[in-house]
């Protein structure tokens, strides 16, 4: 709704301050510089490998007051509604569910909950229920608010709409507060395990390298497993992970695994170490020194070249990684 008030908001407050009003001008000029340039700079990240192909409204989301204020400057004025200004709200309003990727907006990921958490729980109830999908209810959704927006007489709109916008924040806060109390991150050291697990076993100086492949087989709890172990022990001080895998949030180095099982940074550059921990099924020469966490994480001591066992590629690895971890849990 107020992506579909914004042109008849900025063009009712744009003649109001060519004619001398300072706090109209003011917004306008605040609004317009504001969505330019944060706008801009969300895309560029989140258009970028570490964007993790989500939608990072965290980092929009400072705008959403300034698009709030212009509905509310909507109110106040009577609801107005100019056809030219109202078909170029609805036009972009409209076109916002279809050009969305959905699903970036329906995904479990912790960071972007608020807005998903929503649509996540709608497309769960409606998966297999044929043709009707979560998109179409966002689309049939955005249709009834603009139906609101422009045609509900205006004594009943000043107070639907506001309650509209209301709703749908706490829908969205009540499922992302679910989401939250129950994340699957908070199972990693469940049960009184230790988060530390690495750090009590080796000594204080010890280096200690992070090494993950992203797999078929692999799990949210694995990965969240993998990160906080990184977090919570001083001694891990380098994460890598095998090419064709997903980086963690920031550039890492990666490597592949040669004929040998030797894993390389570069052709002729093998990876070394003192200590790897990594995901239970990638098998690495050396010794297993410990397991943590409720992913059943292993710490190997390698001491110098890195090798893996059982693989002389990386998509050899990703099948032996799955073929083992399917050997701990159904074994002969």
Known sequence: MPVAVAPIVLWKLGRAGRQGGRNAAAF?????????????VVAAFASTPWGYDRLHDRYAFYLVPLWLVGLVVWLAAGLP??????????????????????????NDAGIDTVPGALWLRIESALAGHGHLSAR??????????????????????????PLAVAGSFAAMSWFAWERIIEAPEDKVFAGGRDRAWIDDRIPHDAAVTKLYIDTSCG??????????????????????????????????????ATSSGLLELAPG??????????????????????????ANLVLWRTDGLVRVAGASSNDELRQAVCRNLAGEINPA
């Open 269 to 294: 550059r093998p990876l070394r170490a003192e200590y790897v921990f990594t995901q239970p099924g990638l098998e690495l020469e050396g010794t297993r020194v410990a397991e943590g966490t409720a």
């Open 219 to 256: 799990s949210s709890l694995e990965r969240h497993a993998l990160f906080l172990t990184e977090f919570f022990n001083e001694t891990v001080d380098r994460a890598v992970f095998v090419n064709g895998s997903v980086p963690d949030g920031i550039p890492l180095p990666s490597v592949d």
């Open 28 to 40: 306008v000029a605040l609004f317009s510089a504001a969505n330019v340039t944060g706008l801009v």
């Open 136 to 161: 179409l209810v966002l689309l049939l959704f955005v249709l009834a608010l603009l139906a609101g927006t422009f045609f509900l007489p205006r004594r009943l709109a000043v107070v639907a709409l």
């Open 81 to 106: 509604r100019p056809v030219v200004a109202s078909v170029i709200g609805a036009a972009i309003a409209l076109v916002l569910p279809l050009v969305l990727p959905f699903t970036q907006l329906a």
